[in-house]
Each structure stands twice: as C-alpha cells, then as structure tokens.
C-alpha cells in the first residue's frame, strides 16, 4: 500500500492525489522517506533520491526557501509559508543518504540543505526568540504548517523538526566533511532554541507541548510525535507526554492514536467529529491520520509498555481489513468513517505506524555510523523472523524473546550494533554472544552496544537484564495510568465525565456510565507493566449499590482475562465520598485490570472519582 506513494521513477513520491498529478509536497518528504526505507527496494530509493533532487531543481528559491509542492508552478504558491517546509526536506536528504550511503548524492544536495536551513533562519526567527514564528494568523485555515490550524506567535510543530534538521546536518558535517566550524555553529543555534521552546511551549497542565502559544492546550498529537522525534524535549518530559497520549487514547478505547480529543477551537469540549469542514477540518480536530501515529511510537520505548506495540498495530491491521485506507485521506475518530467529506482518494502514509513498527518496535535504526538495532518487542512477539535491507544487503533478525536476538546476513555493508534498551547506565551487564560470554557495560543512555565482528549468523542474549516492573511497596501503580471504559455518560458531547479523571490522584471529577441499565458497565486501566497489586481501591463520588468482577490480564489484545476477585452475587454499598478497598493479594503479577459491575439498579449512580493500584 505504501508504495502508492511512488509517482514515476524520475519524480519521486507524493500523499495527496497522489498518482492524479505531479507533486512534490516537501515537508511530507521525511515521512515518505522513511517509508521508503523498509520497502526492501534499491529501486524505490532511487525514485527517493530523485524525488528531492526535483525539489531542488524546481521548487527552492535563490534565497534558499520552497516555494511550492508544484514543480510546473512558477513562485511561491500554496506552502511557501510554511515554516515545516525547509525542515522537512533537509532531515529527508540526510535520510535518504544513511539508507543509501551514497556520498554523491548528499555532496550533490549539500549546498541546498544548507541554503534550506538559512532560509529557514532568516524566515521563522525573529525578535531574539528562538522559537519558528508563524506567518499567518488571520485565516481560519492558516498557512503556517501542515495541519493548518495553529495559532499564535509561534508554532509548536515546526520548531523541533527545525531542531532536529540543525542536530541532524550538524552531525553531517562533523563526521562526513569534518567541517567543526560548521557544526558547532549548526549546534549552537540548534541550544538556542531547545532552550526558548522549552520555556515558552511547555505546558505543566497536560504535561505536553502547545501546537501554538496561543492554541488550546490539548496534546496535539502531530506536535508530541515531533518533539519526541527530534530529542528537543528537556530530561523527564518525554516520559511525561508518553503519558499524556496515552491516557487520551484511553478515553476512547482507542487502538491507535487521533490527532486530539479535546476540540482544537474549544478547549472545553471533545473534538468535533461532524461533516462540518469549519469544525472537524479534515480530520486535524479529532481525526486519525497514519503518519503522525506512526511518528508517536517514539514513545514506546520512553514509556516502556511493551503491550503497546502489538496492540495498535493489530487496530491498524482492523482498520486496513475494514477500509483498505482508500477512497479517503484520513478518517474521523472511529478509524472507519471518511474524514475528508468526499475527496475519494487516498493516503499511503496511513501505512506509517508499520514504519513504527520496524523501526521502534523492531528496532532497525539506520544511523550516519552504521546500522543499529535496538529491539523493543513484546513478549508476544517473540519468534518473529524479520527481513530487512540495509545499504544493498539483506538480513534477517529473528527475536527469539525480548532479549535474545539472532543476526543472519551474509555480509557487513556498514558497521552493525545490536543494542539491548532501558537498562542502568554505567552498569556491567552478562552479555552471550554466539555461546560465550562477555561483560559489557551500559552507555550514559542506558544502551548495551554490541557491534557486530563477522558476517553470517550471530546469536545474542542479555542474561542479566534490569527487571522492568520493580516499584517500592505501597506505590499506586495507576496513579497517571490511562482507563478505557464501555460507555461514558455525554462522553461525545462533554469532557465533565473522561476517564482521564481517575487516575491523576485529585478526586474533583468523577466518571459516569451512561444511562442505561443494558449489560455490564466495566472499566480498564493499563498499569505499563505486570505488577504484583495487594488492593484496587475504589474511591467514588455518590452512595451506590452493586456487584462486581475484578480480572486481570497481560494479553496485549485484551482477549485473555483471569479473574482475581469475584462479588458479582454480592450487594456491595458505598457511601457518597466513599472508597471501596478490595484485596487481590497473591493473585499474580498483571499489566492490565477490568473492573465490570453487577447488578446496579442504575449504573449512572456509580459515579467513581479515583482508582488505585497498589502494589505489594
């Protein structure tokens, strides 16, 4: 599917009316690339390179600024002032060279990444802020980035993609050309506005990043997947907006990620998911689009739940069986509905979560020093036998479990690491390679790096790995966690009711079931890890009468349960601001907990302000 985004083998690729005429968008370029990269295709590379060549040659201005995704228009046109434009065309030719190694073709491009990245400078920054400064604000579509709706000052999503062009070509020249001068001034500049971005646009409320400084505050999702991308975030923020995602995900029950469910226009209320272009706007309020969901799985190995991976792309798996992503550039909350009111076409970054998924999940890092692969699976995908191509070779990485890998390739085009994640930086680890063992210790990020010293098949094991589900007795384990449940009372129409609620230790908001007494109400919380939990502790808000049945599971498709504690007989009764210990001590470890309720005369009464997990 992904492929589609190939126009002809001299013109490079394209997402919207793509294959309809000739367009070379290019700060759509970066995702593109990527997706390129895990066809297994020298050929498709090659369409890549010229691709960015045509955007070159056509498209870049004598100042050094892009002027348009139309190569037979003349001038700027529509794009010219969006500051994601240089950004985007400068990390897709660094890309593009890592997965070809082809030095003629980044020397050939050198000199327009530079003059993209002095554009960019003399454009978007101004008044001593480092911050990419929007063009526009007066339209209601404003045409300062790709999602159109930013508004303010300065923009929150083109700013790290401009921070990571500067990092990325700053480690160009110093390792490629050795130019230091260069680099340290790329580097310099790159601090400058790391250091403004993160004073201006961090939001301490949701614990995320502002699309604008004057935009609602709704973790906008293209904005977080472009600072985890770029590395600008400053330390304990990744963490932080891993979370943030991930319990707006959970107020749906989603199985894979929307751009925002707290209404870009109204910060008060859900996003709007109507046939009205000037409210749902083409799906950036509220919609799903496949690219900056697939540019979020940066947060899984931050937020180290590794039932993540496996979970959303068996949702996208579902919604490609549902729609096969046609006849629709993007799709409204339900991953099923076109949101684009008519325009019949497609758009095959809709496939970039399967890029997440290699390249997160698998762990295939392509990088300027050679290849690294730093696995980060879920128990259940262990067996897997991966194929990949790397700078003309063809490997297989077979996962034998989620520290134990097996390398095949017949040759070492470049240098190849694999890397065990997330363990203790500075330690000394047991690590067996092909059968003996070595001591190796763990870098300043917590990486344990193996390079590679033969061609062939290479087995290794990380013996001693850090346990990853250890916390003090007595913590809450969902204190942040995101909780789903089955229905939500004006859930669509009001945010006064959101799951979001029971988990951040407050008390002040309470969930609601609708109003409804068919079937079983039930809630699920994520704890990120499998813990040994001595108690759930219910706190609710309004006396209430019901039973219930509290079952554990660690099946990251949610199809496997085991019940821990059964009073669905029973007539259980709180009190209004009351709390509801149940004890499940002994009962095993478990990462996921569903609470369904019995019996409840009305289940709009059982009105839960706090759940807690506490462990052992």
């Known amino acids: 599917y992904g492929r589609m985004m190939i126009m002809d083998s001299d013109m490079g690729t394209a997402l919207e009316n793509v294959n309809h005429f000739f367009e070379l968008p290019a700060l759509e370029q970066h ?121 303010g000052k300065y923009n929150g999503y083109t700013t790290p993609m401009y921070y990571q062009a500067l990092i990325r070509i700053a480690e160009v020249e110093r390792n490629i050309y050795g130019d230091l001068a260069k680099a340290d001034e790329y580097e ?33 999702l293209p904005v977080q997947a472009a600072v985890l991308s770029s590395g600008i975030a400053y330390e304990g923020r990744e963490e932080l907006i891993a979370a943030a995602v991930e319990r707006a995900a959970g107020v749906y029950d989603l199985s894979y990620h929307v751009m925002n469910i707290v209404d870009l226009g109204n910060g008060s209320k859900p996003a709007d998911q109507s046939d009205d272009y000037r409210y749902s706007m083409t799906g950036m309020n509220g919609g799903w689009y496949g690219a900056p969901d697939g540019e979020f799985y940066a947060a899984f190995p931050i937020y180290g739940d590794r039932t993540l991976i496996p979970r959303y792309i068996s949702g996208l798996v579902k919604q490609f069986e549902l729609t096969g992503f046609v006849n629709a ?27 997440g998924l290699y390249r997160y999940g698998y762990g295939f890092s392509p990088k300027l020093d050679g290849l690294y692969i730093e696995p980060f699976i879920d128990p259940s995908m262990a067996g897997s036998a991966v194929n ?69 098949t ?49 008390y002040n908001k309470f969930w609601q079931a609708e109003r409804s007494t ?65 004890d499940i001590a002994g009962k095993a470890e478990y990462h996921y907990f569903r609470i369904t309720f019995y019996g409840a005369a009305d289940y709009e009464k059982i009105c839960i302000s706090e759940i807690e997990a506490i462990v052992k």
């Open 388 to 456: 990949y191509r790397w700078r003309g070779q063809d490997m297989t990485v077979t996962y034998g479990g989620i520290y134990d890998f097996t390398v095949e390739t017949e040759e070492l085009p470049t240098d190849i690491y694999v890397c065990f994640i997330r363990q203790t930086p500075g330690k000394s680890y047991r690590v067996e390679i092909d059968g003996k063992t070595v001591e190796v210790k763990a870098g300043e990020d917590g990486t344990v790096k193996i390079k590679l010293d033969k061609a062939g």
């Open 458 to 506: 290479t087995k290794l094991c990380l013996l001693s790995p850090d346990s990853e589900n250890t916390a003090p007795s007595g913590t809450n384990a969902a204190l942040g966690r995101p909780v789903s449940a089955s229905s939500t009372l004006y859930g669509d129409t009001s945010t006064a009711c959101w799951t979001d609620c029971l988990t951040d230790g407050k």
């Open 188 to 220: 310099e500049l790159a601090a400058k506005i790391r250091r403004d971005y993160n004073e201006i646009m961090w939001s301490e409320e949701t614990g995320s990043f502002l699309y604008g400084d004057e935009s609602h505050d709704i973790v906008y």
């Open 518 to 582: 068919e079937g079983n109400q039930w809630l699920r919380i994520s704890l990120g890890n499998a813990y040994d939990i001595s108690k759930i502790k219910l706190s609710f808000s309004e006396q209430a009468s019901f039973g219930y049945i509290i079952e554990g599971s660690n099946d990251p498709l949610l199809e496997r349960w085991s019940t821990v504690a059964d009073a669905a007989a029973s007539a259980v009764n709180v009190q209004k601001d009351g709390a509801l210990d149940i």
């Open 329 to 355: 550039t993007c799709y409204k909350r339900d991953g099923v509905s076109p949101g684009d009111y008519g325009w019949g076409d497609l758009m095959p970054t809709m496939a970039y979560p399967i890029w």
């Open 31 to 151: 995702w593109n690339t990527n997706l390129i990269g895990i066809l297994g295709d020298d050929a498709a590379l090659e369409t890549q390179k010229n691709g960015l060549r045509n955007i070159r040659k056509k498209l870049q201005a004598k100042d050094g600024h892009i002027t348009s995704p139309y190569p037979d228009a003349r001038g700027d046109g529509w794009g010219s002032k969006y500051s994601d434009m240089m950004p985007a065309y400068v990390i897709s030719i660094i890309d593009t060279y890592i997965l070809s190694g082809d030095k003629s073709f980044l020397d050939e491009m050198r000199e327009s990444a530079e003059m993209a990245l002095a554009a960019q400078e003399n454009m978007y920054i101004s008044g001593g802020v480092y911050i990419c400064r929007n063009l526009s604000n007066s339209e209601s579509i404003n045409a300062n980035d790709y999602w159109e709706h930013n508004s």
